[in-house]
Nanobody, 125 residues
């Protein structure tokens, strides 16, 4: 079965950086997408997603220019480098895997995706 594990969350001062990591095991298809979501009151909002097919990426408006997503195809792992963090970025971040390689479909919907357990990001003033 598919297993997804996140790590790298923690406490960082405003303006600092964090790197989140995610490893997915048990993927049976070569065509998929992986991404990061932040928990909102009623849903999870897509932050950044990446496709295994062509390494294409999608970023939310707030993430553009500040966050960078990368992938290690050999290990089915993914990292999110978060820079210039401000307190509004705090929250629980979830790694998601979608069996469609469309980054936009994953980040906009997240439906049908598999999820990790989440990792906490806290930004101090």
């Amino acid at each position: 079965q598919l297993q997804i594990v996140e790590s790298g969350g923690g406490l960082v001062q405003a303006g600092g950086s964090l790197v989140l990591s995610c490893t997915a095991s048990g993927i049976t298809s070569e065509n998929y997408a992986m991404g990061w979501f932040r928990q909102a009151p009623n849903d999870r909002q897509g932050v950044a997603c990446m496709s295994s097919v062509d390494d294409s990426t999608f970023y939310s408006d707030s993430a553009k220019g500040r966050f960078t997503i990368s992938r290690d195809s050999a290990k089915n792992s993914m990292s999110l480098r978060m820079e210039s963090l401000n307190p509004s970025a705090r929250g629980v971040y979830y790694c998601a895997v979608g069996l469609s390689p469309s980054t936009r479909s994953l980040c906009f919907r997240g439906s049908g995706a598999s999820w990790g357990q989440g990792t906490q990001v806290t930004v101090s003033s």
